[in-house]
């Protein structure tokens, strides 16, 4: 069986780093690192629909942009806190305390050992599984997932390669998440619920409308509506970009928040596109999503 963490090209990086004696651009060695586990109320409602959904933030990201809104999740210096338990124990945890999901985040560059913990709980794991991604993924991974994974929720950052070069250094951005997104539609199939209103399959678009960026944001849409019908996916439109104070110099334009204009702009042709999903109320900083558009 092949070593994925050897010469690690788990993700579109492929930057072929042997993970046993460093780490490669995400950060992170073959040591599974977890940030947090909790229950999470701010979900979409279709995911933190009653206790809230099982998150487990992991450590690490292959993307890193430049105004990562996880930021201190995906590069503050390691804690680690898995050391002592069983990634699959974590997961059953979660369960226990009632969460209405196991989801996982930014979970890409520990794929071996996330699919050995389904593995090794999928006979006693009786809720949804859900898998939260920036989206920049490599297709032969997600079909990896097959199986394991009822819920995708990528993102789709940007459609310009000049903008995801200028974001985080990956001209290749949309290239590779348009194709692991169609891949995860045809994984799931069309949006399933169940009696309580939870999204037990299915695949939510996220993007994050950013400061003068609605054309691209716009661009990305078409693109969803050429290649998928509203009804096998949900769109979620999400309003809070923060420009937070490690923004660097030579972006200035990222360090403002969005105006209702643009966020506005952006819903609108959703609407006209006829999608269904979520948005955020403007007026909140806050991930806090009001119901259907
Ligand atoms: S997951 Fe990390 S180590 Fe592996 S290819 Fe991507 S950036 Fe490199």
Not at 6 to 19: D, E, V
Not at 261 to 286: C, H, I, P, T, W
């Amino acid at each position: 069986m092949i070593n994925d963490y050897i010469k690690c090209r788990l993700c579109p990086r492929k930057c072929g780093a042997n993970r046993y004696e460093s780490h490669g651009i995400c950060g992170m060695s073959a040591d599974v690192r977890i940030a947090r586990v909790m229950l999470h109320q701010w979900e979409e409602p279709c995911i933190s629909y009653k206790n809230g959904a099982g998150t487990i933030f992991f450590y690490g990201c292959g993307l890193r942009c430049v105004y990562c809104q996880n930021h201190r999740i995906s590069s503050e210096p390691v804690r680690n806190i898995s050391d002592t338990k069983n990634l699959g124990d974590v997961f059953l945890e979660l369960q226990e305390s009632g969460a209405d999901n196991i989801e996982l985040v930014t979970a890409s560059h520990f794929l071996p050992d996330i699919i050995k913990a389904l593995d090794s709980v999928k006979h006693r794991l009786e809720i949804p599984v859900v898998y939260n991604s920036g989206g920049y993924e490599l297709t032969d991974s997600i079909r990896r997932l097959d199986g394991y994974i009822d819920v995708y929720i990528p993102d789709i950052k940007y459609f310009s390669p000049e903008i995801s070069e200028r974001y985080s250094s990956a001209p290749d951005y949309f290239e590779y998440a348009s194709q692991s997104v169609a891949q995860m539609i045809k994984q799931t199939g069309n949006p399933q619920y169940n009696e309580s209103g939870g999204l037990i399959k299915g695949v939510i678009i996220r993007h994050l409308v950013l400061p003068n960026c609605r054309h691209d944001s716009m661009k990305i849409l078409g693109w969803i509506a050429e290649n998928f019908t509203p009804e096998q996916f949900l769109l979620s439109l999400m309003s809070q970009y923060t420009p937070f104070d490690f923004i660097p110099d030579n972006l200035p334009e990222l360090r403002r928040r969005i105006t209702k204009m643009e966020y506005n702009s952006v819903l609108r042709y959703a609407q006209e596109l006829g999608f269904q999903g979520f948005m955020q109320e403007k007026s909140s900083a806050d991930k806090i999503y009001v119901p259907d558009f």
